[in-house]
């Protein structure tokens, strides 16, 4: 059985693994409570946020409406609402109007244009971005 105690405790007998439970649980609220701080008490948005933890195909739309297929990549969900969505991805992104698809099949997916609003860069090398859902598309785009 491996000793699961770190080299600075296992010298002492009396610190078992309900001591190491704790800071254990004490560490990982501290990270919890830096990604999801509290929100203030007066709310401005108007719909409920839900979270949306899955893939997402976001194909650009170039600024004449020619939907650029060769462009699309993978970004992966944060948050969804009625009328906006957040997402995160690794690079820049260089257009203001997207296709978000949504699913993992085109039978029970879902493509929508989507207007860019906002990015942020957030740790590790990722941004972090959303916009206002605008239309539904009748199809995936390709």
Same mark, same amino acid.
């Given at each position: 059985?491996?000793?699961?105690?770190?080299p600075a405790?296992?010298?002492?007998?009396?610190?078992?693994?309900?001591?190491?439970?704790?800071?254990?649980?004490?560490?990982?609220?501290?990270v919890l409570?830096?990604?999801?701080?509290?929100?203030?008490?007066?709310?401005?948005?108007?719909?409920?946020?839900?979270?949306?933890?899955?893939? /997402?195909?976001?194909?650009? /739309?170039?600024?004449?409406?020619?939907?650029?297929?060769?462009?699309?990549?993978?970004?992966?969900?944060?948050?969804?609402?009625?009328?906006? /969505?957040?997402?995160?991805?690794?690079?820049?992104l260089l257009?203001?109007?997207?296709?978000?698809?949504?699913?993992?099949?085109?039978?029970?997916?879902?493509?929508?244009?989507?207007?860019?609003? @906002?990015?942020?860069?957030?740790?590790?090398? @990722?941004?972090?971005?959303?916009?206002?859902?605008?239309?539904?598309?009748?199809?995936?785009?390709?």
């Open positions: 059985m491996n000793n699961l105690l770190t405790t296992a010298d002492l007998p009396w610190m078992g693994t309900s001591i190491l439970e704790a800071r254990v649980g004490t560490h990982i609220r501290s409570a830096d990604l999801h701080p509290q929100s203030p008490a007066h709310e401005r948005r108007r719909d409920i946020r839900y979270p949306y933890p899955y893939l /997402i195909r976001l194909t650009p /739309i170039s600024e004449n409406g020619t939907v650029l297929l060769d462009d699309s990549i993978t970004v992966v969900g944060k948050s969804i609402s009625a009328r906006g /969505i957040a997402f995160y991805h690794q690079s820049p257009f203001r109007r997207v296709i978000l698809t949504l699913g993992d099949t085109p039978e029970r997916g879902l493509s929508v244009v989507a207007e860019l609003l @906002w990015c942020r860069f957030v740790r590790q090398g @990722w941004y972090d971005s959303g916009g206002r859902l605008l239309a539904v598309c009748d199809g995936a785009p390709g």
